[in-house]
């Protein structure tokens, strides 16, 4: 069966630069979801996007972005890069957004900022 | 206040054995699922079971059991027969009615051979 697909898998970038992170949801999946998980820490959620619009918000920084596209891919935009922002960066699908149910996670990427 | 609770930060069991991963939870919402992941040393988040509020019975997958008493609001994992390839992370996790996944602070998983 298809899963959450999310590229790159490894991201290494510099201080004060850009990352873009990349998911593809489970075919048939409208609502996309992301979630950041520091070392040692429990993942946090960031957004979500139902049907191409921002259907909540959690502790995402000003600095960071996000979108779902026509094809209901999402990226995650993220500028002046901090060392804090290194993390695994998740993204997961569901079908719809009724509450309860369960939510795909991708294989997530891991972004280093040095 | 939604809020995933796991006190267990840590544990060590024998393989072969069984073993109890203790989750507590908070919600006000009358409908919302629970769940178990488990997270390896390469990162990737596995589902292991989901449980709905309105479920009647406790959930079962293989050798996972999900231990869910709606009354003390407490939804813990049980694993039988553990074996080595159950060295892990594992996350207690809800998602209510507004969707988002909270998550606990996990309990690490030891098997010792």
Known sequence: A????????????????TATLKCYPIPRHDTVYWYQQGPGQDPQFLISFYEKMQSDKGSIPDRFSAQQFSDYHSELNMSSLELG??????????PGTSGGGEQFFGPGTRLTVL | A??????QPGMFVQEKEAVTLDCTYDTSDPSYGLFWYKQPSSGEMIFLIYQGSYDQQNATEGRYSLNFQKARKSAN?????SQLGDSAMYFCAMRPRDDKIIFGKGTRLHILP
């Open chain 1, 2 to 17: 298809a899963g959450v697909i999310q590229s790159p898998r490894h991201l290494i970038k510099e201080k004060r630069e």
């Open chain 1, 85 to 94: 922002d290194s993390a695994l960066y998740f993204c997961a699908s569901s």
């Open chain 2, 2 to 7: 939604q809020k995933i609770t796991q006190t």
């Open chain 2, 77 to 81: 994992l049980v694993i039988s027969a």
